[in-house]
């Protein structure tokens, strides 16, 4: 390499560096109100069926989010809810689309297994032509994330290690797994998110020190959470490359995203938070060929 060039690249500052990496793009995202939301079963540390869930303010704030994701110049396809699916609400993990090629769910518990087949049949009717069936346990974006460069997903909880490589199979991309070892942090979305590129933020205590130290040497510059937003689910955001929404609780990380040149937007999913999901849970990311 040039030792001029290198020499300008390296007297760049970190904030202009990583700004260059994140750039805005619009989105298509597909949500599914919280109509029928209720905590009825506990299928993760977060659910507790004896506290009441304020059912209005739960939509008054998901509807806040959809509206939030329009102004800024997103398209939100929205999902009908079942009445007998309260967990709908988090679509993120019905499938995870990728290229335009969109690989099914299939849940881990027995409360959710039927919504699987809800968001396949909405990917068919809306003229996806490459749906497919998982053999595999995956719950979709909940346990993908995707980099400019690899597939993330996790496991430990819900997604089987089996999935994975059913899905570096499907989507031709390398898939890189992670062992989450913390039960809060069951799904890879609660503990990590990427910004874009191949900028990510993430809580090294939910993973095993393997994954902790791969995740290392793959994102040097990540955003480090600390246990106090990540247990305020601030990992659990979307990013559009310029705009990351969080839950508005994960003060910590707002200056940390701003330095790297990204916008945080706070956002109040108090009410979903009693299911166990905050801004990311709600959103699955339609990603086009
Ligand atoms: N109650 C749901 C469950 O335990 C919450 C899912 C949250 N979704 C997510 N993408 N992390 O399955």
């Not at 500052?13 to 905590?39: D, G, Q």
């Not at 997103?74 to 290229?99: I, K, S, Y």
Request: one cysteine or more; hydrophobic letters at 40%.
């Amino acid at each position: 390499m040039d030792r001029a060039w290198t020499y300008h690249v390296r007297a760049r500052s970190h904030r202009e560096e990583t700004s260059l990496r994140s750039a805005f793009s619009p989105r298509r995202y597909l949500m599914c109100p919280p109509t029928y939301f209720k905590v009825t079963y506990s299928i993760n540390p977060w659910m507790d069926p004896s506290k009441p869930v304020d059912l209005p303010l739960a939509l008054a704030q998901w509807e806040d989010l959809r509206d939030r994701y329009r102004a800024l110049g997103h398209t939100v396809e929205v999902l009908a809810p079942r009445p007998d699916l309260p967990d709908m609400v988090f679509a993120a993990n019905g499938a995870t689309v990728v290229d335009g090629r969109v690989l099914g769910a299939r849940f881990a518990h027995p409360e959710r297994t039927a919504e699987a087949a809800v968001h396949r049949e909405w990917f068919r009717s809306h003229g996806w032509t490459e749906v497919q069936d998982p053999v595999h346990i995956n719950e979709g974006e909940g346990d993908f994330a995707v980099t400019d460069s690899w597939l993330l997903a996790g496991r430990g909880f819900r997604s089987s290690p089996l999935s994975h490589p059913e899905a570096q199979e499907f989507f031709g991309r390398p898939v890189i797994g992670l062992d989450l070892v913390d039960p809060r942090y069951y799904h890879l979305d609660t503990a990590l998110c990427v910004l874009g590129g191949e900028d990510v933020m993430y809580y090294p205590a939910a993973f095993s020190p393997g994954s902790r130290a791969v995740l290392e040497r793959l994102f040097p510059d990540a955003v480090i959470a600390r246990e106090r937003d990540a247990a305020s689910f601030g990992l659990n955001a979307v990013s559009d490359g310029h705009h990351v929404l969080l839950p508005q609780a994960a003060l910590g990380l707002f200056e940390p995203l701003r330095e790297r040149g990204y916008e945080p937007i706070g956002m109040d999913l108090s009410e979903l938070l009693k299911g166990g999901g905050s801004v990311k849970c709600c959103t699955m990311e339609l990603r086009s060929a």
